[in-house]
């Protein structure tokens, strides 16, 4: 685990029982190009994050790091009462090419 995401943590582990937290995790499904130019996909995708206080986004197709941006874009254009979404990226896993 980030040392930047450990004091994240332990703090929202300490708001009071309450107080919901979603935590999410979302396989786009070979979410590349084809995906970021289509505007019901990403309505959908924006939609569904919009929804979690913390989300994984699995299977991001991006070489070139282009998605993360226009998506975080897409997300904090219609952001109500002054919510801020920012992403945190790992390095990339797996393989170069696509294999079902």
């Given at each position: 685990?980030?040392?930047?995401?450990?004091?994240?943590?332990?703090?929202?582990l300490?708001?009071?029982?309450?107080?919901?937290l979603?935590i999410c995790?979302?396989?786009?499904?070979?979410?590349?190009?084809?995906?970021?130019?289509d505007?019901?996909?990403?309505?959908?995708?924006?939609?569904v994050?919009?929804?979690?206080?913390?989300?994984?986004?699995m299977?991001?197709?991006?070489?070139?790091?282009?998605?993360?941006?226009?998506?975080?874009?897409?997300?904090n254009?219609n952001?109500?009462?002054?919510?801020?979404?920012?992403y945190?990226i790992?390095?990339r896993?797996g393989?170069?090419?696509?294999?079902?």
């Open positions: 685990m980030s040392r930047e995401l450990t004091p994240l943590l332990l703090l929202l300490s708001i009071h029982s309450t107080l919901a979603r995790s979302f396989n786009v499904r070979s979410f590349g190009e084809s995906k970021q130019e505007q019901n996909a990403m309505d959908v995708i924006v939609k994050i919009k929804r979690c206080d913390i989300i994984l986004v299977e991001i197709k991006d070489s070139n790091n282009r998605i993360c941006p226009i998506l975080m874009e897409k997300l254009r952001s109500r009462r002054g919510i801020t979404y920012n945190v790992s390095s896993l393989r170069n090419t696509y294999k079902e």
